[in-house]
C-alpha cells in the first residue's frame, strides 16, 4: 500500500502540471503565427513538453495499475488516466498538424496532381472540425451468444493495434469483461505472457466451436411460433433471429447446406398455416430446400405486407388473448366479400386439422385429447364458432352444414353445446343438501380452475442451508423482493442450533393493514449452498421466524411440462413436487440480487427463466391443459348459523363460552391483596402491570397532554363558570389527597391529560374531572395497555341478582365518585 499510495502522489504531480501545460497552451495557441521563426520554434518546445509529460504519465499509470486488485478500482483509476492521456494527445495532435501544415505549404510543386485509380490509392483523409463521438466496445460476461461479436471488435480494435504493446493490451481486456467471463481470467498479473495466455483462456472457453454451433442451433429451435400472418412484429422477429443465428453460423465456416433441410421443417413449424401453403406453391419442387430462399422468403412477404398496411393507412394488430365483438368482425377486421375462387385455390388440397391436438388423423368433435369441458373453454378463448368450430363468425350467422348432434338429433349445434348434455354434467342442477351451506367457504379455498388455465409460478427453489458447524439441510426458498429483510423459520434455526446474534425490533406492516404490529427478532447468520455444480453459496443474516407463511406454495402442474418448454441446458432449482411444500427460508431484498447470477429470460408470453447461485428459477404464468386445483394463499372463515345463535344465547345469558360461573382468583388478584396496604384510613396499593416490561414501553406523551391542556384553555375562554366548576373539582380532590402537585421533573414520564364531563341531570356530581389513561404518543404504548384490566363480572351478574332475591330487605349503594379505567 505504501508504494501504490507513493506513486499516487508522483502522479498528483505530474497530472496538475499537466492540466496548466494544457490550459496555457490552448489559450495562446491561436495567437501564434506560425510563418514567424520564433512562433516555430516556441511551438516547438511546446511539443515536446507535451510529449514529455505524455511519456511520464504512461510510465506512472502502468506503474499502479500492476499493483492495483480491486476491479472497480481498477476501472475507475483506468477511466480518469485515458481522460487525461486524451486531453494531453488532443493538445500533441493540434501543435503537430499545426507545423506539418506549414512545411506542406512551403514544399515546391514540382507536377501537377495525376489521377491515381481509388482501389490502388492510399488518400488521406482531410483534419474535421466535427467532434465524433467514442467508439466503445461491448462488455463481455460471459453469454457465449455475444462473444463472437466481442472477440472480433477486440481482435480489430485493440489485439491487432501496434502501437500498443501486450500490457496496455492486457488492461483494456480486463476492464471490457465483467461477471463470469473476468473472473476466470481473474489472478493472473499484468505481463506480456499472460496477456497471450489469458485471451487464449477465453477463446478455449467461450470460443469452442462445438459449443457455439450447439448453442446457436438451440436459438433456431427455441424460435416463438407466430400464429397469424398479420403478426407483423412477430414474424419480424422470428426473420430476425433466425438470420442472425444462421449468420453467426456461417462466420464459423458452417456451411447451411449441412444443416438447411432439418432447419427447413422446423422454421415452417413456426410460421402461419397461410404463409407455409405460400411458400410451397412457390417453391421449385425438383430442387432441394434452402434455407436461404426460405429467409428471403419471409423477408419479402414481411416488406409486401408492411407495403400495403401503409398503402392502407393502418396495420393490423393481433394480440394473443383474443377476444370476440359481436358489433365487430373477427380481430377488429373489416369486413370483406370473399373473393371468387381461383382454380389455383381449388387445386390445393389442404386437410382438415383438429383444432384441439393439431392432428389430421380425426375430426376435432371425436377428439380425445380433451374433455368436453376444455373443448368448449378453447373455442370461448380463440374466438371460434360453436357450431362448425372453424371459421371465425358468430354460431347464428353460421352457413356450413354439419353433422346431427348425437344427443338430440338437432342440426342447429353440435353435442358439445347440447343443452341435454349440459343440464346433464351442470352442478348447478343438482339438488342441494344441508351440508352443501358449511362447505361453501372451503370451495373458495380448493375452486377447481377452468380446464387450460394459467398457473402462476412464485421464484423459489430448493437449496441446502449450513449453520456455524458442518450440519447441513436441505429447504425451500421463496425469492422476495417486496420483502426489506430476510427470514428463516425457528424449527431450522433449532435444527441446525444456529446461534443469536442480535435481536432487532420491527414493524411489521400487513397486507391491507396500515397500522403496524412490533415484534422483536432473534437474528442469525447461515449460509446458503447450492444443489449444482460449480456449488456456489451466499453468507447471509436473517430473521427467526416461527412461520413465515401458512400457504403451501406449488404448482400443481406435471414437471414434465415444465421441462418440455425449457432448454436442455437449464437447471431447475424447484421440483416442484407436493411432498415439499413449506418455505423454511425467505430471500428478502437485503440479499436477494446477490444471489442473481444473470438477466432473466423470456420463455414464453408472462413466463421468465432467471438464472440464480442456485440454479434455473421461474416465475411467471405457464399454461397448463390440464385441471387443476389454484391455492390461494387468503385464509376465509365463517361461523355457521348453529355458531351464530349458540353466541346469541350466550350473549343473552351474559356467560362467556367455555367459562364456569364460578369465578376463580387470578394471579392479579392475588398480587392485588398481598399489596394492598392501609395508610392513614386509606388504601393504597400499586400499579398493576402486565408484566414488568410493559413499563419500559410507555412513550413521554408530554407533548400531547401539553396541545390537549391548550384546548381546555381554550374552553375556559368562552365559558368562565366552566372554569369556576372545574378549579372547584380540581381544588377538592388536592385536598382529599386523591391528586397532588408535580414538579418538573415529572413531566419526564407518562403524563395524562384529563377533561370536563358535565351532567347537569345529576343531583349530586354535575362536573367531574375523567382522566384519560389511554392517551399515547406515535408506536408507544398507553397506561391503559400496560395496566391488567381486571376479571369480567358479568358471568357472575345473575348471580348477584338471584341472591338479592333471598331476603326480605335488600341495600344498595354507590361508590362515590369512582375512578373506573376508559
Not at 411432498?579 to 425467505?586: D, M, V
Request: glycine letters at 4%.
Amino acid at each position: 500500500m505504501e508504494a501504490i499510495e507513493k506513486f499516487k502522489s508522483k502522479r498528483k504531480v505530474v497530472r496538475t502540471a499537466s492540466t496548466k501545460l494544457v490550459n496555457q497552451i490552448t489559450l495562446i495557441l491561436e495567437s501564434y503565427d506560425i510563418k514567424k521563426e520564433k512562433d516555430r520554434k516556441k511551438l516547438s518546445e511546446y511539443l515536446l513538453n507535451v510529449e514529455d509529460k505524455l511519456k511520464e504519465l504512461k510510465t506512472l499509470n502502468k506503474e499502479i495499475e500492476e499493483l492495483i486488485t480491486d476491479k472497480a478500482v481498477f476501472e475507475a483509476d483506468i477511466e480518469t488516466s485515458f481522460e487525461h492521456e486524451e486531453k494531453l494527445n488532443d493538445l500533441k495532435f493540434q501543435i503537430k498538424s499545426k507545423i506539418d501544415n506549414f512545411k506542406i505549404e512551403q514544399q515546391p510543386v514540382t507536377a501537377p496532381p495525376v489521377n491515381i485509380p481509388a482501389n490502388n490509392a492510399e488518400t488521406k483523409r482531410p483534419p474535421t472540425s466535427i467532434s465524433l463521438p467514442k467508439l466503445r466496445i461491448p462488455t463481455f460476461s460471459g453469454d457465449a451468444s455475444t462473444f463472437l461479436e466481442f472477440i472480433n471488435s477486440f481482435s480489430n480494435a485493440i489485439d491487432s493495434n501496434e502501437s500498443l504493446n501486450n500490457v496496455e493490451k492486457f488492461i483494456y481486456l480486463k476492464s471490457f469483461l465483467s461477471g463470469e467471463a473476468y473472473k476466470s481470467i481473474s489472478g493472473f498479473s499484468l505481463t506480456e505472457e499472460n496477456y497471450k495466455s489469458c485471451l487464449d483462456l477465453l477463446k478455449d472457453r467461450y470460443g469452442r466451436q462445438d459449443h457455439l454451433i450447439g448453442h446457436f442451433i438451440n436459438k433456431l429451435l427455441e424460435i416463438e411460433p407466430v400464429k397469424s400472418s398479420f403478426n407483423l412484429r412477430g414474424l419480424r422477429k422470428l426473420h430476425d433471429e433466425s438470420e442472425i443465428s444462421i449468420r453467426n453460423l456461417n462466420s464459423m465456416g458452417i456451411d447451411s447446406k449441412n444443416y438447411g433441410h432439418l432447419l427447413i421443417p422446423i422454421l415452417l413449424k413456426q410460421l402461419p398455416h397461410d404463409l407455409v401453403i405460400e411458400y410451397h406453391r412457390k417453391r421449385d419442387s425438383g430442387k432441394t430446400g434452402d434455407v436461404h430462399e426460405l429467409i428471403k422468403f419471409i423477408k419479402f412477404e414481411i416488406e409486401s405486407r408492411e407495403s400495403a398496411n401503409i398503402v392502407a393507412g393502418h396495420t393490423h394488430k393481433v394480440s394473443e388473448s383474443r377476444q370476440f365483438s359481436r358489433n365487430s368482425s373477427y380481430h377488429g377486421q373489416p369486413k370483406i366479400k370473399p373473393n371468387a375462387p381461383s382454380s389455383a385455390a381449388l387445386n390445393t388440397v389442404v386437410k382438415n386439422v383438429c383444432i384441439f391436438c393439431n392432428c389430421d388423423t380425426h375430426p376435432a368433435l371425436k377428439c380425445n385429447f380433451l374433455t368436453n369441458e376444455q373443448k368448449r373453454y378453447k373455442l370461448k378463448k380463440e374466438g371460434l364458432c360453436y357450431r362448425c368450430m372453424m371459421h371465425k363468425h358468430l354460431m347464428s350467422k353460421c352457413q356450413v352444414k354439419i353433422s346431427p348432434c348425437e344427443t338430440c338429433q338437432s342440426s342447429q349445434h353440435n353435442f358439445l353445446f347440447c343443452p341435454k348434455n349440459k343440464a346433464k354434467s351442470s352442478p348447478l342442477n343438482e339438488p342441494k343438501s344441508e351440508t352443501d351451506q358449511k362447505i361453501i367457504l372451503s370451495s373458495v379455498m380448493n375452486s377447481k380452475d377452468k380446464p387450460g388455465n394459467f398457473v402462476t409460478l412464485l421464484q423459489t427453489a430448493e437449496v441446502e442451508i449450513q449453520g456455524n458447524g458442518s450440519q447441513k439441510v436441505m429447504a425451500r426458498l421463496l425469492f422476495d423482493s417486496g420483502s426489506q429483510k430476510s427470514f428463516v423459520r425457528s424449527d431450522l434455526k433449532q435444527a441446525l442450533k444456529l446461534k443469536t446474534i442480535r435481536k432487532e425490533k420491527l414493524l411489521i406492516y400487513t397486507f391491507s393493514k396500515r397500522q403496524p404490529e412490533e415484534r422483536i427478532y432473534e437474528v442469525v447468520a447461515l449460509k446458503i449452498n447450492s444443489q449444482f455444480p460449480p456449488y456456489q453459496s451466499i453468507n447471509i443474516e436473517a430473521l427467526a421466524s416461527d412461520e413465515i407463511t401458512g400457504a403451501e406454495i406449488y404448482a400443481n402442474i406435471n414437471p414434465r411440462l415444465i421441462q418440455s418448454i425449457l432448454p436442455a441446458s437449464c437447471l431447475i432449482s424447484d421440483s416442484y413436487e407436493k411432498t415439499n411444500l413449506q418455505i423454511q427460508i425467505l430471500l428478502g431484498a437485503d440479499y436477494l440480487y446477490n444471489a442473481m447470477s444473470g438477466e432473466a429470460r423470456k420463455i414464453q408470453k408472462n413466463l421468465y427463466l432467471q438464472p440464480t447461485l442456485f440454479g434455473d428459477t421461474l416465475i411467471g404464468q405457464i399454461f397448463n391443459p390440464e385441471d387443476m386445483k389454484r391455492m390461494c394463499a387468503l385464509h376465509v372463515s365463517s361461523n355457521a348459523i348453529q355458531n351464530d345463535l349458540k353466541s346469541l344465547w350466550e350473549i343473552d345469558s351474559l356467560l362467556m363460552p367455555n367459562e364456569s360461573p364460578e369465578m376463580k382468583p387470578s394471579d392479579t388478584l392475588c398480587n392485588f391483596g398481598k399489596e394492598l396496604t392501609i395508610t392513614n384510613n386509606r388504601y393504597e396499593c400499586p400499579l398493576q402491570w402486565k408484566s414488568p416490561k410493559m413499563r419500559e414501553t410507555l412513550g413521554n406523551n408530554f407533548e400531547v397532554a401539553k396541545k390537549r391542556f391548550a384546548n381546555l384553555e381554550k374552553r375556559f375562554n368562552h365559558d368562565e363558570s366552566l372554569f369556576d366548576r372545574y378549579n372547584a373539582v380540581m381544588k377538592e380532590q388536592i385536598q382529599a389527597g386523591i391528586i397532588e402537585m408535580c414538579s418538573d421533573e415529572c413531566f419526564i414520564g407518562y403524563v395524562m391529560p384529563h377533561r370536563e364531563v358535565l351532567r347537569d341531570s345529576s343531583s349530586s356530581t354535575k362536573t367531574r374531572i375523567v382522566y384519560d389513561a389511554s392517551s399515547k404518543s406515535g408506536t408507544n404504548a398507553s397506561l391503559n395497555e400496560c395496566l391488567v384490566s381486571g376479571e369480567n363480572l358479568n358471568p357472575n351478574l345473575i348471580d348477584v341478582i338471584l341472591k338479592f332475591r333471598e331476603h326480605k330487605i335488600a341495600f344498595c349503594g354507590d361508590i362515590a365518585r369512582a375512578f373506573l379505567q376508559i
